[in-house]
């Protein structure tokens, strides 16, 4: 199923519930207690609704409008922010450059990697600069600040997580001896090309000859090949943000302590899912929480006024 026919259905559904759509409008933030949109043609319009419900994303969609602009204008309004960072990112590698030409857009499947005690199984795929995928972003929140902090680290991947060590020395032991190893590592330990190369890049960057380990220790290596990281894909390319809105700055209701009236809603907050799906949950259950929010403060509002 395509997304483009069920957000069709969802605003005509929202349209005839009487919702007005106002596109490429920009928010920028209040003047004079009102709120502000610039419009393309350089206007500026204003609004002042009983209640406000922000759901303006995080930073890792800028093509789309989530680029975090937000940021300043709340922190202009004393608003605490934890800085904005890539979540359910790749990451850097120095790959040798036959290594990048050879293997950029390659993906690894069955893998499992492991970072701090992380361990998730999944795919990845190869890119010119580095890692990504599914599997990276289970362990991308510690092996982010561990970069950020130290400046590398270092991921173990796991090419046949499947098998057990002395299992997989077994396989690898019945090559024929006239082979490549290359040929015998397709053969008996069912590894990709992409995943060979990935395994003589690691070995060349430890300064190690893999034809001739004995056979254990190659089995050794293939379940925990060693690839140094050594920096973090750019933001505009991350799936999700960390980072946000502090949640000591929303009460209960997901209504700012210091904006009364106004809630917040999504990536907004801080907080950081592990995988897309828990990213939309969050988003679709804060959205429908500080909607809620939002209907409970105008109706105290329409009693209080009488």
Known sequence: MKASPLLRAWLRRLQGEGVTFAMRHRFIGWQDGALAFARPD?????????ATVLALGGASWPRLGSDGGWVAVLAGAGVAIAPLRPANCGFLAPWSESFRNRRAGAPLKRIAVTFAEHTVRGEAVITADGLEGGATYGVSAPLREAIMARGEAVLSIDLRPDLAEAELA?????????????TSLRKTAKLSPAAIDLLREAAVHQGIRLGELPVAELARLIQAVPVRLTGIAGIARAISTAGGVS????DGNFMLRKLPGVFIAGEMLDWEAPTGGYLLQASFATGFAAAEGAIAWTAWNDWATG
């Open 42 to 50: 350089g206007n500026i319009v204003t609004d002042t609704p009983e």
């Open 170 to 182: 077994a396989h690898i032991a019945r090559g024929r001896r006239k082979e490549s190893l290359s």
């Open 247 to 250: 949640f000591a700055e929303i």
